[in-house]
Nanobody, 121 residues
Framework: QVQLVESGGGLVQPGGSLRLSCAAS????????MAWYRQAPGKQRELVAS???????NFADSVKGRFTISRDNAKNTVYLQMNSLKPEDTAVYYC???????????????WGQGTQVTVSS
């Protein structure tokens, strides 16, 4: 079994910064793409940012230039640095990872439990 545990959410004023972390643990041979999604009340879950095992990144247009994503493969951890936060960034943020159990297995998708980010004065 695999678990993704997120941390770093909270309440921040507009213009502030937060750093989210997500650590994967369990039976892991390797990890493919890792990503952060978010879901605001009454809205669909959307992709915020993703990073491949090789380090290629992709960002939603709404966060480009403000958010960065990185990973530490030795620690099976992905980070989301969020700067210049806006009230519209308020949402539950979810970590996602494609986990390989062995060299020959297909990847399986795993999700974290979510962490609340609230941007408000």
């Amino acid at each position: 079994q695999v678990q993704l545990v997120e941390s770093g959410g909270g309440l921040v004023q507009p213009g502030g910064s937060l750093r989210l972390s997500c650590a994967a643990s369990g039976t892991i041979f390797s990890i493919g793409t890792m990503a952060w999604y978010r879901q605001a009340p009454g809205k669909q879950r959307e992709l915020v940012a993703s990073i491949t095992s090789g380090g290629s990144t992709n960002f939603a247009d709404s966060v480009k230039g403000r958010f960065t994503i990185s990973r530490d493969n030795a620690k099976n951890t992905v980070y989301l640095q969020m700067n210049s936060l806006k009230p519209e960034d308020t949402a539950v943020y979810y970590c996602n990872a494609q986990i390989y159990y062995s060299r020959f297995s297909y990847p399986r998708d795993y999700w974290g439990q979510g962490t609340q980010v609230t941007v408000s004065s």
